[in-house]
C-alpha cells in the first residue's frame, strides 16, 4: 500500500509538471472582439537606432523573442540593480538563436550610440545578441507607455528622468508575454522560468 501511495504521488508530481509544462503564458493587455476574432495588445511598429549606429524595428526582431527594458546610462538609482537582472538573463541565454535583449534609453540625447556601444563593452556582452537602441526622445517615451513602462522627464529625480525599472518578456508577434520588476531577484527568477516557457512554444 505504500508504495503504491508513493507511485501514485510521483505520478501526480509527473502529471503536474507536464501540465504545467505544456499551460501557455498569457498574453498581457487588452484585448477586443473585432468582426469575430480577438485581437490582442501589441507593440507597435518601430524603427530605432541601435549602439552600432544601425536602424532596429520591430520587423527586424520578428524571428526573436525579447527582453526589454528602460534605462538611461547615468541614472543613480535603480538602473544598476536592474542592469544587474538583465545581465542575469544575458548569461543565461548567451547564444541562444532565438533570444535577444533589448535596452531602450529615455535619455537619447546624451546617450548617442557611441556612448551605448561603450557601455556594452563594459558590460562585456555581445552586440548581437543585446541590443541598446537610442532615438527620437517623443518615440521613446510614447512606446514605453505600449510596454506599460513609466518613463518621463522629471528635474526633480535622481539623473533627471523618473521610470519604472520593468523587464519585460516579448514574443515574434510583439505581444506582452511577462514581466517582472527588475529590482526583484526574485521575481526575475519567475521571469526567466517564463522565457523557458515561452521557448517551448516555439519547440512544438
Known amino acids: 500500500m505504500k508504495n503504491k501511495i508513493i507511485a501514485g504521488f510521483i505520478m501526480m508530481v509527473f502529471m503536474a509538471s ?9 498574453i498581457i493587455g487588452k484585448k477586443e472582439i473585432v468582426d469575430g476574432d480577438t485581437i490582442y495588445h501589441k507593440i507597435p511598429g518601430f524603427e530605432f537606432t541601435n549602439q552600432d549606429s544601425l ?8 524571428s526573436y523573442i525579447y527582453v526589454a527594458d528602460f534605462f538611461f546610462i547615468s541614472c543613480p538609482s535603480i538602473c544598476p540593480k536592474v542592469k544587474k537582472q538583465m545581465l542575469r538573463i544575458y548569461d543565461k541565454y548567451k547564444g541562444h538563436d532565438m533570444v535577444k535583449l533589448v535596452s531602450h534609453s529615455i535619455d537619447p540625447k546624451r546617450d548617442t550610440p557611441e556612448k551605448l ?10 552586440n548581437e545578441q543585446w541590443i541598446f537602441l537610442t532615438g527620437n526622445k517623443d518615440e521613446i517615451m510614447e512606446i514605453a507607455d505600449d510596454y506599460f513602462v513609466i518613463a518621463y522627464e522629471d528635474p526633480d529625480a535622481p539623473g533627471g528622468f523618473d521610470h519604472s525599472g520593468k523587464i519585460l518578456l516579448i514574443d515574434t508577434k510583439g505581444h506582452i508575454r511577462s514581466f517582472a520588476e527588475g529590482t526583484d531577484p526574485e521575481d526575475v527568477d519567475r521571469l526567466l522560468k517564463d522565457i523557458d516557457v515561452l521557448l517551448r512554444e516555439y519547440e512544438n
Open 18 to 26: 507536464c501540465l504545467q509544462k505544456s499551460k501557455p503564458l498569457p
Open 55 to 62: 536602424p532596429v524595428s520591430n520587423q527586424s526582431l520578428s
Open 117 to 126: 556601444k561603450q557601455y556594452s563593452a563594459n558590460l562585456g556582452v555581445d
